[in-house]
C-alpha cells in the first residue's frame, strides 16, 4: 500500500463505498480488467493502494483483440503490471469482428476464462459515472427499458462463482484523469475511442457535449443518478414478478395461469412473461414477443400468437396460456 501521505480523496472514496455497499469483502480474490486506458490504470492503482487494508489478493486481466489499432498495448499494460509487481494473465482473440457488441461479448468471456483458470471469485472493471450515463443514452436511443438504461449495475453474476463489480460508478471520467496525472501513470490513448463510427463514442464525443452545452452542465451527474433509482426500482419489479411467476407457471414448465395473471398489474405481468419465455424460445425476446404473450392474457379461448422465436406459439386453452411447438 502507498504512504498515507500519497492517498488522495479517491482513494477515501473508494474505501467508502467498498464497505457500504459490500462490493468487495476482505481476503477476496480480485482480477482487475485492465485495457491501459485512464478508468482501469485508476481503478488498478486504487485497488493496489488499499490492497493491504482489505487483505486482498489481485492480479491484472488485459484482452487482446488483435485488431491493428491495439497493436502495443498488451506490452504496454505487461509493463505496468511488472512495475506494480502483481501478476497478469492475458487472453488473445482470433479473428474477432470489429464491433463494439463483438468485442464486449468477447471481453467478458475471457475475463471468465481467466478468472475460472486463475480461481478469482471478483472481475473488476473501470466503469465510471461517465460510462453509466453515456449507457443512459446510448440504450435509450435503441429503445430500451429500464432495465436496458439502468444496465451498468454495481455488481452482477457472470457464473455462479464469479461477479463483476465496477466499484467507480460513483466517480467522474475526469476524476480518473486527474488521479492519473496526480501519480504518472501511463495513460494509452486508444484510438479507437475517437473514431465515430462506433455509436457509443458518438454519445461521448459529441451528445454529452452538446447536453452540457445547451441543457444541464452536470448533465453526466443527472443521468447517472436516474439510472440508479431505476437500478433500485428495476430490482424491486424483478423480484416481484419472479414471485408472480412462481405461482402461475405450470410443474411441467410450459403453461401459465392467466386467472392468477390477470390480477397482476401490467409492469409485473410483462416482467414475468419475459422471465419465462427463455426456456420456451432459447433466447431473450424482444418487446413484440412479450406483449403478444400478455395479450392473450385476456383475450378468448384458442386465441394464438404468431410464431415465436423456435418455432413456438403461445396458445389460450381455457385459464391457461399453453406454449406448443407450431405443427
Known sequence: MSNKSDWML?????????????LLPKQATILIAISGGQDSLCLGKLLLDLQSKWSWEIAIAHCDHRWSSDAGIAEHVNQIAHNWQIPIYFKEAHNLKETEEAARKWRYQALVEIAQEQNFKYIVTGHTKSDR???FLYNLTRGAGADGISSLSWRRFLSEE???????LNVSRQETLEFCQHFQLPIWLDAVNNNKKYARNRVRGELIPYLQTNFNPQVENSLAQTAELLRADVEYLEDKAQELLEKVVSQDGYKLNRVVLFNASLAIQRRAIR????????????????????NLISAPNKSRTSSLPGGAIAEVQGDWIVCLKDS
Do not use: C, D, M
Not at 479517491?10 to 459490500?22: E, I
Not at 464469479?162 to 467507480?168: D, E, H, M, S
Not at 422471465?275 to 400478455?294: D, H, M, S
Open 133 to 135: 450515463a453515456e449507457t
Open 10 to 22: 479517491l482513494h477515501a472514496r473508494l474505501h467508502k463505498t467498498l464497505r457500504q455497499l459490500n
Open 162 to 168: 464469479i461477479q463483476l463489480v465496477r466499484p467507480l
Open 275 to 294: 422471465q419465462f419465455l427463455p426456456n420456451v424460445i432459447g433466447k431473450t425476446p424482444n418487446y413484440l414477443q412479450i406483449e403478444a404473450v400478455v
